[in-house]
């Protein structure tokens, strides 16, 4: 063949685009997204290192309780801020905010304390935030009490972009994004923090909030891309730490309530017992444990509500979904969106479908060479996909249409043969398909252990259950 | 930039980042990793675009990084850089593997000439080389190639 034809039919099969590219990207950006809410979950668990600094109070130390946010205009902002959270979004929309104002400044960066949003179990604090040098920053909080004692709460981020007006934003501006910065009022960022148990959130309280620069440490991820060999990134420069006093009005922590159940019931021949059903302003949590006299492990509990009205509460999408598992802990928390703006009489927790792992099955081995012993058989050993130069062990996962589970680990640690345990964590990677109902995992192998590993099998295919679960409240 | 806008921008070019992708590697499969890989890239990196308004032509860098380091996986036993060689040593090769071949250089504008799909201006703006220089690493690159096509712009 003539090299011009060679040519001409090298451009013609580049224009062949596969059809599975636009369903790939879109999971890549689920993956992608994961690990990143993965290591921003890991940050509170830094201590704080940075010096507690003097801040400087200008405006409105005084907690102003709003009565209704629609009559007052600056929320606006808060209702954007919350448009893709539920919960909150009810909240909002009945007023239960509570607006602070409060700023504080130190090294030219400025952060405005706007509202709270509190209940016994979960505080959302939504600020604002500006630096005279433009820096990127990143602000990590930690919660005290009065007494300068840390109080046990998990973290999750967000942030928001609120545009000057709504009317003018559209589908362009989305897709176009920065051409409408002129647009942008200001960023509200979030941080939901979350107690595990009532009594950790107080009237009183202290947040000490790092202030870090992420430029530097940004750059040194950048650098990686031209030298791939060097170390990817290192932790994010801490500036100084500011003290925020946490003030919340005392009827937003008398807003909760338990529902006691105490009801046993039988999944796939396993003993679950609901303890209660906790509803707050900001999030339902469903309590239960399991017996352990159990053969199996229950993995999997999509828990959901209904009324008399037929509304439907189902599992929290964005952020935390639940605490605790059977394995390890016995039982655990599910939580669902909040159904405390529900006004029905009358609400009933379902379980259509759930998952087991016998406690027979629950360890594979893993050899040095990469080769996995004892896999259930849903799982098939695949040749591995190393991520960048990491020797690794990939693995497809057959599951089962309609109960598809995920953010799930298929192994969630492990134990060496000298008895050391550790978990995969950040470093794995996920593509589901949706078409042959499976997932593929690649995990890196890990080094520094003496093998074989001993892996606990997390995940199991969901079953439709024969007689679907209903308790009433 | 935030996630839904990053989505929206590389769904807008995914087809152009699979042809660059294309040029590189000549398969549909390593195409296909080398998008993923540079999206997956490209996302952890969002926060650092400055310059928004140079969406396709920074994504574009990171897939090109992506696929030289493929490339040079896939070379790494070769002993002989081609960059020294004439064009007489790419005739006996089949297309694909002669711009596989390619150095570095011309290979960049050759695929983002003909596969992406950019003219010289944006070749030029894209790799922050005069568009002298792109047009004269295009001519060497066809020569190379022996592939002969009218001169455009």
């Known amino acids: 063949m003539k090299r011009n034809e060679a040519w001409e039919d090298l451009l013609t099969q580049a224009e062949q685009i596969p059809e599975e590219l636009e369903t790939r990207l879109n999971q890549t950006i689920a993956r992608a997204e994961r690990r990143e809410k993965r290591r921003r979950w890991l940050k509170p668990l830094i201590g704080v290192t940075g010096t507690a600094a003097a801040f400087v109070l200008l405006v409105n130390s005084s907690v102003t309780f709003a009565l209704a946010a629609s009559r007052v205009p600056i929320v606006r902002e808060l209702v954007e801020a919350v448009a893709f959270d539920p919960s909150l979004k009810a909240a909002v929309a009945h007023d239960y905010v509570q607006l602070v104002g409060d700023t504080y400044t130190q090294d030219g960066v400025t952060v405005t304390i706007e509202y709270l949003i509190a209940d016994p179990m979960n505080v959302s604090v939504f600020y604002s935030l500006s630096d005279e040098q433009g820096r990127e920053l990143e602000l990590v909080p930690d919660l005290f009490d009065a007494d300068g004692n840390s109080l046990p709460v998990s973290v999750s981020f967000g942030e928001e972009r609120i545009e000057r007006n709504e009317s003018e934003k559209g589908l362009f501006d989305t897709i176009r994004g920065y051409l409408g910065l002129d647009k942008v009022q200001k960023t509200l960022y979030t941080w939901r923090l979350h107690a595990s148990k009532e009594g950790v959130i107080q009237t009183q309280m202290q947040l000490k909030v790092e202030v870090r620069n992420l430029e530097h440490w940004k750059d040194a991820e950048w650098n990686a891309f031209d030298e791939p060999d060097a170390q990817e990134s290192r932790a994010p420069e801490a500036m100084f730490t500011l003290d925020i006093p946490l003030t919340i009005e005392p009827q937003f922590l008398k807003s909760g309530r338990v529902f006691p159940v105490n009801q046993t019931v039988d999944v796939l021949g396993q003993k679950l017992t609901i303890d209660e059903i906790a509803i707050y302003p900001s999030n339902t949590r469903i309590i239960w444990h399991t017996d352990p006299e159990n053969d199996a492990w229950l993995t999997y509990l999509p828990f959901y509500l209904t009324d008399e009205h037929g509304n439907r509460v189902d599992g929290i999408q964005n952020g935390i979904s639940g605490t605790g598992k059977d394995r390890g802990y016995g039982g655990g928390t599910v939580w669902l969106d909040s159904a405390w703006y529900d006004t029905a009489e009358h609400l009933t927790l379902h379980l259509d479908d759930a998952a087991i792992v016998p406690k027979d099955q629950d360890t594979v081995l893993l050899q040095a060479d990469g080769q996995l012993v004892g896999l259930p058989d849903y799982i098939e050993q695949l040749e591995p996909d190393p991520y960048g130069d990491e020797a690794a062990f990939t693995f497809r996962i057959r599951t089962q249409k309609g109960t598809y589970h995920t953010n799930t680990s298929s192994f969630n640690g492990y134990v060496d043969a000298d008895g050391q345990t550790d978990s995969f964590d950040s470093i794995s990677t996920y593509v589901m398909s949706e078409a042959e109902n499976t997932f593929t995992n690649s995990y890196p192998m890990p080094q520094g252990v003496r093998y074989p590993l001993t892996l606990f099998v997390d995940f199991a295919p969901g079953q439709k259950l024969e007689h679907p679960i209903e308790v009433h409240t | ?153």
């Open chain 2, 1 to 153: 930039m935030e996630r839904e806008e990053f989505a929206a921008r590389v769904q807008d070019i995914r087809e152009q980042l699979y042809r660059t992708a294309y040029g590189y590697l000549g398969n549909a499969h390593d195409s296909l990793e080398a998008v993923d890989e540079a999206v997956y890239q490209g996302f952890r990196a969002r926060k650092k675009i400055r310059q928004p308004e140079f969406f396709t032509t920074w994504m574009t860098r990171i897939l090109i990084h992506v696929c030289y380091r493929e490339l040079k996986r896939r070379t790494r036993q070769q002993e002989v850089p081609m960059e020294e060689q004439g064009a007489e040593d790419y005739d006996g090769l089949p297309l694909r593997e002669a711009i596989e071949r390619l150095p570095e250089e011309l290979r960049q504008v050759i695929v983002l000439r003909y596969f992406t799909g950019l003219t010289q201006t944006e070749t030029a703006q894209a790799l922050e080389i005069p568009q002298g220089t792109v047009v004269t690493r295009q001519r060497r690159a066809l020569a190379l190639l022996r592939v002969e096509l009218e001169e455009d712009v």
